[in-house]
């Protein structure tokens, strides 16, 4: 089958299993014969595109990790930069990567980022999205067509200006990290104004807890979605509307595997690392890139939301969003979240108790020692951690906990915001185990 017929099928919609089976063999055959790194990778493990017979071969070829694109050998020969499109991984890992891609690979990655909200909602035409938080500046291809407007609401915007232009947009629907969302939402409390009310609120890159979710939903009254998307790929996976936690890949930019730590694929119900593969990006391929994320292989099937394909249950973020443990357990950071909030009069923000504690971290500085970051309200009082060092033994007997109050948390040098981080080193968990 010739890589011709594969790199025009992968702009194709609604792709079936036959269709992305053609776009695999052709997208390993363009990389094997025009990407150095990929030549290299796989004349050193002894496979081919030959090899590709279904798409559960795609395990036999090597998993690739974030540093080995980082050399300038992932651009497919002849490739020039200055004509591509780009755009930067928030660099959470502390290094940034830039990922390239033609208009034509960029514009299929809107297209397809679009079409997955009409999961979470019908879309009708014209659309006005806000997208709330966000970093990047530039030209939008979608809104060319002028049935999708876009409200960018920047960042570095005080966050009053980020309430009043949330405001006036008027959204139909609104995105953004859920951190955003939260700090938006919280100042339009503050204010005493009210939110806009959008047909749906869509979050993704970064954790969505509980409690935000539940003050989310009160502050902009709609639906919470959360949406697993990431720079290398755009959408991955949408969480099902019926099911909240269980999230559908989209299999039409996308294969996704989750492994063990040796690439190995893991069977329904196993937990692993996850493994991405582009299907549209030849300019510059992801072909079992590790994204450093975990989650749980839920099997293929048919959804009582009328979805068919892969379902995955994301675990709360990446290595160094799981707790370690002096036992050398790992514990994610949604079991962490509640042994630590749990204590707190009322777990719901936009309550009483955001009137005490607006914000608050919650990050490992030892493998014995929490330490709680709050930036305190009005009506903030140390008596509301009353319990939490007991509570924190349910972690583990030699767990120790320090609160803090500061002025504002901390983020990555991309602007994600972590609710609960560790910062255990590689040499205190080598020795924990």
Avoid at 31 to 51: I, Q
Avoid at 238 to 251: A, K, S, T
Wanted: proline share 5%; charged share 25%.
């Amino acid at each position: 089958m010739s890589s011709g017929s594969g790199r025009l099928a992968r702009f194709r919609t609604r792709k079936t299993a036959s269709t992305r089976l053609r776009v695999l063999r052709g997208l390993i055959g363009h990389a094997a014969r025009n990407v150095p790194l990929y030549a290299d990778l796989y004349a050193r493990a002894g496979v081919s595109p030959e090899d590709i017979g279904s798409l559960e071969d795609l395990a036999r070829f090597p998993m690739v990790r974030r540093e080995r694109l980082l050399g300038g050998q992932h651009l497919q020969a002849g490739a020039e930069r200055e004509r591509l499109v780009t755009r930067c991984t928030s660099g959470s890992t502390g290094e940034p990567l830039t990922v390239y891609a033609s208009p034509i690979e960029a514009f299929f990655r809107k297209l397809t980022l679009l079409a997955s909200f009409g999961r979470a909602t019908p879309l009708r035409f014209p659309l006005t999205i806000a997208d709330v938080g966000t970093y990047t500046r530039g030209y939008d291809f979608v809104q060319a067509l002028r049935l999708v407007r876009v409200k960018r609401i920047y960042r570095s915007l005080p966050i009053v200006e980020q309430v009043r232009d949330l405001g006036r947009a008027a959204p139909d629907l609104v995105e953004g990290r859920p951190s955003s969302l939260v700090d938006v939402a919280c100042e339009a409390r503050t204010l005493g104004v009210s939110l806009p009310r959008p047909r749906v609120v869509i979050c993704f890159g970064e954790m969505l807890h509980r409690s935000d979710r539940e003050w989310l939903e009160k502050a902009f009254r709609c639906r919470v979605a959360d949406y697993y998307n990431c720079e290398e790929v755009g959408n991955v996976a949408w969480e099902c509307p019926e099911h909240p936690g269980q999230m559908h890949v989209n299999g039409d930019t996308t294969l996704l595997e989750i492994v063990d730590d040796d690439g190995r694929p893991l069977p329904p119900g196993e937990s692993g690392r996850v493994l991405l593969t582009n299907l549209s990006n030849w300019t510059m391929p992801f072909i079992r890139y590790a994204i450093q994320d975990r989650a749980t292989n839920l099997g293929e099937g048919r959804c009582d939301c009328g979805f068919a394909g892969t379902s995955v249950r994301l675990l709360e973020g990446r290595d160094d969003d799981f707790f370690l443990l002096p036992d050398g357990r790992r514990v994610s950071p949604r079991t962490v979240d509640t042994a630590i909030t749990g204590v707190l009069p009322a777990t719901e923000l936009g309550n009483d108790l955001f009137r005490a504690i607006q914000r608050l971290q919650i990050v490992q500085e030892a493998l014995d020692l929490v330490a709680v970051y709050v930036v305190p309200g009005p009506e903030y009082s140390d008596e509301l951690w009353a319990g939490v060092e007991s509570s924190a033994k349910s972690l583990h007997q030699s767990m120790r906990v320090r609160i803090e109050c500061v002025d504002e948390l901390r983020t990555s040098a991309g602007g994600k915001f972590r609710k609960v981080m560790s910062l255990v080193g590689a040499e205190e968990r080598g020795a924990a185990r």
